[in-house]
């Protein structure tokens, strides 16, 4: 784990309508190297609107995301751990949907 690389994980609660009609999506997750990264794509799959709950585990390389797809489809969920790793050209992550219930 790079030192120089901490990210804090962020809380959420989600709102009233965000946890109607919610759904679970397993995503098949690359590009993390420690428990920063899965903190990091844990984080930009929260600050979404729509996503309840994210689990993300750099060990396994999986995703579990409980979210509402009126809010954010799954390409959103899959766009945001791409769009995760910034431009610093050291954090390039990509997903591909596993399981959808």
Do not use: W
Not at 64 to 79: E, K, S, T
Not at 86 to 99: P, T, V
Request: charged fraction near 25%; include cysteine; proline fraction near 4%.
């Amino acid at each position: 784990m790079d030192e120089n690389c901490h990210v804090e994980p962020i809380e959420k609660t989600a709102t009233i309508a965000e946890r109607k009609n919610v759904e679970t999506v397993k995503l098949s997750v690359s590009g993390m190297g420690c428990p920063n990264c899965a903190n990091r794509l844990r984080n930009s799959l929260l600050a979404r609107n729509g996503v309840v709950e994210a689990r993300v585990d750099h060990e396994t390389g999986l995703a579990q995301v409980a979210f509402n797809p009126d809010f954010a489809p799954v390409d959103i969920l899959i766009r945001a751990i791409s769009l995760a790793g910034g431009n610093d050209g050291r954090h390039e992550y990509g997903a591909k949907l596993l399981q959808q219930n």
